[in-house]
């Protein structure tokens, strides 16, 4: 959906300006390994122990500054979708970035990680940045999966891999900045879906209908 | 899998069609408690979208099954080009990237290619646009659903005039510039659609009083129109034939004028990736807002009954469980026969085909999206409107068209509107690179729907029959049945309210709240 927006590179005259890229990211994992924790500690900063099942968010959105360039995530959650393997192909859409979280403690979370990289492989734009994040990494102790083993699979899939904790904060923003360095940040870089020049509807975007017709 | 799905719902939505999700949306964007299922894998139900191998299923599906003929019938698929093509499979050898970039338009497809670039296809089942200022765009946006859709404006509109295509004025600055059209036309036209524009249903202008019992057609001669704008008003603008009532024209009319100006030159706008895109967005909302989604989850039976108090409960079988819910919507194509009341009327049924092309019917310098309204070729004949879509809707790969034909259906699909694809197609399965005017047909896909776009009741009050795909340009008729479903429902409740912008939700919890969150995401504006 979200093309890469260069907004001001082009001026032709003055200094070169920081180039604003916008990407939509998708999250995508079984229910409860911690996706809007992460996104939660990545965009608020905040954890809450006791997240309930995500009401009302639709995305959220934030930004990475590299050196020249400025990456501006717009971030979308399953909203519940994927429970009962119902998540619709509109949410992976033009995604550029998605990030595949999986909970060390389950096993049987990274087995259905790997279903959604493959689904994603399937359905998703062929330049998709793909992460995997191993979450609740504070819960070492309980750790079902090994880190070699996540390491492996995602170096055999071409997938950015970090171990993560929505809880302390571990590699969140890292994970994020990984995917922002991944990006292609060309103007037309970014090839899914080749949405240039597509629009979103919003009020106000031309004078109403009194203005011409009345 | 789906063990654990809950049973007590407040409504229970069955079927994802573009009726079934808006109603699902709203309820749930209130406060209900909902869940939404669909019998099969994906959603949409006759309003999805498919990929090339999808479609392929879909296809082999309705061959198969006697009961899915029940709405899709006269199914007819034919290819125009090779299965496999010498060259491509060298190429395919060397250079197995993305070689789209390198004159996309010299490709040689075939069938094969086809089956490789499957992903890049999304070909619509009930392909619609958006009146710019019609219900289902100030809808989306007033419901802040728009955001999860993007859209493309059509950049212009054809007619079939005199043998051949030409471009339809629409707004002002094009009926200005225009050669087709003389001066004095110019006035002509002018005039007539500003009183167009002034028609108002309630107080009936003096303008429009007699002519009750008249046709469009008749009232456009009486306004001294000349025969070519006769044509583009009658058939292009209001989509009509010489039949059509003066009042339904001049309603049709007012819609297109009104909504000009809005996002383009036309007043239309196509969904990026297919109309399929709309009902997902409203599932999203209902998600978002917390409802359940199940796909892949046939109903066995639906029944009703009476509780204590009275009240009635609608009992649901799925898979060796009952579901309960208060109210049941579900789509007419999905609802047991006794469970609708009384029986739908015998309509008139939808004429339907898919075209893949080389190219588009009318070059032009950027790629078009065209909407095209062809007039009845002969007196037995409808309208049939056409729709072409390029590759920058995501509708197919580079160097493709996909082509849309609807119309009521008179014999059947194909002998309905194979005479006017063959007016605009090359349709001999001649050699694709052989320089010609019409662009080369290398896929068709001709079928009848059943037309159940005919509101029906349910057999109880807390049932809610949703109606399928009508034959209309638009999204208008669904969007007014949702919006009646759902005041049955939930009376006096609001009509899918804004939903917040994530920066202004505050997330809360039972737990005791730390610090006070100050906004460090200034970046974050709110979508526009």
Known sequence: MATNRTGGAQRPNGAPQTKVCQFKLVLLGESAVGKSSLVLRFVKGQFHEYQESTIGAAFLTQTVCLDDTTVKFEIWDTAGQERYHSLAPMYYRGAQAAIVVYDITNQDTFGRAKNWVKELQRQASPSIVIALAGNKSDLAAKRMVEFEEAQAYADENGLLFMETSAKTAMNVNDIFLAIANKLPKSESGGGAGGAGGARRLADGDTPRASSCCK | MDDDLPTDFQVIVVGTGMVESIVAAACSRIGKNVLHLDSSDHYGGLWASYNFDGLQKFIKEVNSDPKRQLQVYNLSEKWYIEKDSPQEKQEDDENKTEDSK???????????????????????????????????????????????????????????????????????????????????????????????????????????????????????????????????????????????????????????????????????????????????????????????????????????????????????????????????????????????????????????????????????????????????????????????????????????????????????????????????????????????????????????????????????????????????LDFDRAVEQAEQIFKKICPGEEFLPRAPDPEEIVFEDEVPRGPEFRGDDADAEPQQ
């Not at chain 2, 007619?159 to 600055?173: G, I, Y």
């Not at chain 2, 469009?216 to 583009?232: A, D, M, S, V």
């Open chain 2, 102 to 472: 390198s004159e996309p338009s010299k490709k040689v497809w075939s069938q094969a290619s086809f089956a490789t670039e499957y992903r890049k296809f999304n070909i619509d089942m009930t392909p619609k646009l958006l009146f710019s200022r019609g219900p289902l765009v100030e809808l989306l946006i007033s419901s802040n659903i728009a955001r999860y859709a993007e859209f493309r404006c059509v950049t212009r509109v054809l007619t079939w005039l005199n043998d051949k295509l030409m471009p339809v004025p629409c707004s002002r600055a094009d009926v200005f510039a225009t050669e087709a059209v003389s001066i004095v036309e110019k006035r002509m036209l002018m005039k007539m659609l500003t009183s167009i524009v002034g028609y108002n249903e309630e107080e009936m202008n003096n303008e429009f009083k007699d002519w009750n019992d008249k046709t469009f057609k008749e009232y456009l001669e009486h306004k001294g129109l000349t025969p070519n704008l006769i044509h583009y008003v009658l058939f292009a603008i209001a989509g009509g034939t010489n039949k059509m009532p003066c009042l339904e024209g001049v309603k049709e009319c007012k819609k297109f004028l009104m909504s000009l100006g809005r996002y383009g030159n036309t007043p239309f706008l196509w969904p990026m990736y297919g109309s399929g895109e709309l009902p997902q967005c409203f599932c999203r909302l209902c998600a978002v807002f917390g409802g359940v989604y199940c796909l892949n989850r046939p109903i066995d039976k639906v029944a009703t009954k009476t509780v204590d108090e009275g009240k009635t409960v609608v009992t649901i079988d799925s898979k060796s469980k009952t579901l309960n819910c208060d109210h049941l919507v579900i789509g007419i194509n999905e609802c047991p026969k006794e469970m609708i009341s009384p029986e739908p009327a015998e309509s008139c049924d939808i004429s339907k085909a898919v075209f893949i092309t080389n190219g588009s019917i009318m070059k032009s310098e950027k790629e078009p999206l065209t909407l095209l309204r062809f007039p009845p070729l002969t007196d037995e004949d409808n309208t049939v409107t056409v729709l072409e879509v390029g590759p920058a809707t995501g509708s197919c790969p580079k160097g493709l068209f996909v082509v849309y034909f609807i119309t009521k259906k008179v014999k059947t699909a194909e002998s309905d509107l194979k005479p006017y694809a063959e007016r605009i197609f090359d349709m001999s399965g001649g050699d694709q690179l052989e320089a010609s005017e019409k662009p080369k047909c290398l896929w068709s896909l001709f079928y009848n729907v059943r037309d159940t776009s005919a509101p029906v009741s349910g057999a109880a009050d807390s049932v809610h029959v949703c109606c399928g795909p009508d034959a209309g």
